[in-house]
């Protein structure tokens, strides 16, 4: 960049625009960005006893990129849970952990090692309540990913002015899109868990790793697809 280029961007920083007040910062790592779950997911579930809330990727449930049936493959042992209790029948013949709930109230009390909450937060209504549920449950790590307003600002956003119609990309039935720095807030607000990193991941979500005791080994891992996931115990 030329020195005048250089000196507009600066000058259009939101940096220089907000008042620090209204200035979040947060880390986040981008190395995943060009990974989807299904390339991040299964690997970091090997051997482990999983716990997957949205299970059945409703609407689509594709039984050939459906990411519980991947993580069936690989995992010690697996419980699903959702809401589109009609996609159960689809799962099961491809399951060998076939334990598939509608509730979380449903599942017995057990130890998981890993809890997954991939593209669910956005639908729910009582979020705080939502996170109390799950915290109920005793485990040792929880990812969580949400979209993100961010990653998907360019492809699905569009505002058509003479018209006077805006345009938006997004599941019906989601509720809200997400950022950062408010995922953060909403874990930090309504749980006691343990941030340990933030990324993004697909090109449009960000996803939190989480856990309810300190990992200490966990910002000495190397990166890798797989996320190091297998390794906090």
């Given at each position: 960049?030329?020195?005048?280029?250089k000196?507009t961007?600066?000058?259009?920083?939101i940096?220089?625009i907000?008042?620090p007040?209204f200035?979040?910062?947060v880390?986040?790592?981008?190395?995943?960005?060009n990974?989807?779950r299904?390339?991040?997911?299964?690997?970091a579930?090997?051997?482990?006893?999983v716990?997957?809330?949205?299970?059945?990727?409703?609407?689509?449930?594709n039984?050939?990129?459906?990411?519980?049936?991947?993580?069936?493959?690989?995992?010690?042992?697996l419980?699903?849970?959702?809401?589109a209790?009609?996609?159960?029948?689809?799962?099961?013949?491809?399951l060998?952990?076939?334990?598939?709930?509608?509730?979380?109230?449903?599942v017995?009390?057990?130890k998981?090692?890993?809890?997954?909450?991939?593209?669910v937060?956005?639908?729910?209504t009582?979020?705080?309540?939502?996170?109390?549920?799950?915290?109920?449950?005793?485990?040792?790590t929880?990812?969580?990913?949400?979209?993100?307003a961010?990653?998907?600002?360019?492809?699905?956003?569009?505002l058509?002015?003479?018209?006077g119609?805006?345009?938006?990309?997004?599941h019906?039935d989601?509720?809200?899109?997400?950022?950062p720095?408010?995922?953060?807030?909403?874990?930090q607000?309504?749980?006691?868990w343990?941030?340990?990193?933030?990324?993004?991941?697909?090109?449009m979500s960000?996803?939190?790793?989480c856990?309810?005791?300190?990992?200490?080994?966990?910002?000495?891992?190397?990166?890798?697809?797989?996320?190091?996931?297998?390794?906090?115990?």
């Amino acid at each position: 960049l030329t020195d005048d280029k250089k000196s507009t961007r600066s000058r259009m920083s939101i940096k220089n625009i907000h008042q620090p007040y209204f200035l979040q910062q947060v880390e986040v790592d981008s190395s995943y960005a060009n990974f989807s779950r299904m390339e991040i997911i299964p690997s970091a579930c090997a051997s482990k006893r999983v716990l997957h809330i949205g299970c059945v990727d409703y609407p689509i449930t594709n039984v050939a990129q459906n990411l519980h049936l991947a993580v069936d493959k690989v995992a010690k042992h697996l419980v699903g849970i959702d809401t589109a209790t009609e996609s159960f029948d689809e799962l099961r013949p491809h399951l060998k952990n076939k334990e598939l709930y509608a509730s979380l109230k449903d599942v017995p009390k057990q130890k998981f090692d890993l809890v997954l909450v991939l593209e669910v937060l956005e639908h729910v209504t009582n979020m705080a309540s939502f996170l109390e549920e799950i915290d109920e449950f005793d485990f040792s790590t929880l990812v969580i990913s949400v979209p993100d307003a961010f990653s998907c600002a360019r492809r699905h956003f569009e505002l058509d002015a003479d018209a006077g119609s805006f345009y938006e990309a997004v599941h019906p039935d989601h509720n809200v899109w997400f950022s950062p720095y408010t995922l953060q807030n909403i874990i930090q607000k309504y749980t006691q868990w343990e941030i340990h990193t933030m990324m993004f991941v697909g090109q449009m979500s960000i996803m939190a790793i989480c856990s309810k005791r300190p990992v200490d080994n966990f910002t000495n891992q190397q990166k890798s697809p797989d996320l190091g996931l297998n390794t906090l115990d």
